[in-house]
């Protein structure tokens, strides 16, 4: 196997999961997908060894970006609930567990671009602040801060629409 192929191997499937959640919809997602590992393919020499998830997704993050800028549009938030919908429950979750699915989905939905991209990034695909903080171009501390500030506000819509005791 080939340096690019084990690096995509071990690369492309935690980039496919964020952009998927980041946009809400597949396609989207399937477009930056490729225009992220072609990016990457093209300039594979420019890396910086060790650093090699912080530099993909960092592609990624900024292809979805200039889609947002190219087209005057929310690109990361579905815009109809049939976009929210669509997107599919994990086929072992318990049917009693998919409503709350759908509903954290909502919730993640609700945050601005910025704080949801953060909060990602370090809740569900295990970067850490520092990672994070260099994937979104920003400091340290305002990255900490962000992601803070999107599970408060996560908390505050999620107990809002569950009973009380499904929110922590």
Same mark, same amino acid.
């Given at each position: 196997?080939?340096?690019?192929?084990?690096?995509?191997?071990?690369?492309?499937?935690?980039?496919?999961?964020?952009?998927?959640?980041?946009?809400?919809?597949?396609?989207?997602?399937?477009?930056?997908?490729?225009?992220?590992?072609?990016?990457?393919?093209?300039?594979?020499?420019?890396? !910086? /060894?060790?650093?090699? &998830?912080?530099?993909?997704?960092?592609? #990624?993050?900024?292809?979805?970006?200039? %889609? @947002?800028? +190219?087209?005057?549009?929310?690109?990361?938030?579905?815009? !109809? /609930?049939?976009?929210? &919908?669509?997107?599919?429950?994990?086929? #072992?979750?318990?049917?009693?567990?998919? %409503? @709350?699915? +759908?509903?954290?989905?909502?919730?993640?939905?609700?945050?601005?671009?910025?704080?949801?991209?953060?909060?990602?990034?370090?809740?569900?695909?295990?970067?850490?602040?520092? %990672?994070?903080?260099?994937?979104?171009?920003?400091?340290?501390?305002?990255?900490?801060?962000?992601?803070?500030?999107?599970?408060?506000?996560?908390?505050?819509?999620?107990?809002?629409?569950?009973?009380?005791?499904?929110?922590?």
């Amino acid at each position: 196997m080939g340096e690019f192929e084990a690096f995509f191997a071990e690369h492309g499937p935690p980039v496919w999961n964020y952009l998927r959640r980041l946009t809400g919809d597949p396609d989207r997602a399937a477009d930056l997908f490729q225009r992220s590992f072609l990016k990457a393919w093209t300039h594979f020499g420019a890396r !910086t /060894p060790g650093r090699e &998830r912080a530099w993909i997704f960092t592609i #990624a993050v900024n292809q979805a970006r200039d %889609e @947002l800028r +190219r087209q005057k549009r929310d690109l990361l938030r579905p815009s !109809t /609930p049939e976009a929210l &919908r669509s997107r599919p429950a994990h086929p #072992a979750m318990p049917p009693e567990d998919r %409503e @709350l699915f +759908r509903e954290v989905l909502r919730g993640l939905d609700e945050l601005p671009e910025p704080q949801r991209e953060l909060f990602l990034l370090v809740r569900y695909h295990g970067f850490t602040f520092a %990672e994070a903080a260099a994937v979104a171009g920003m400091g340290l501390s305002a990255a900490k801060m962000a992601v803070a500030r999107a599970h408060e506000k996560l908390i505050r819509i999620l107990s809002a629409r569950l009973p009380l005791g499904m929110v922590r």
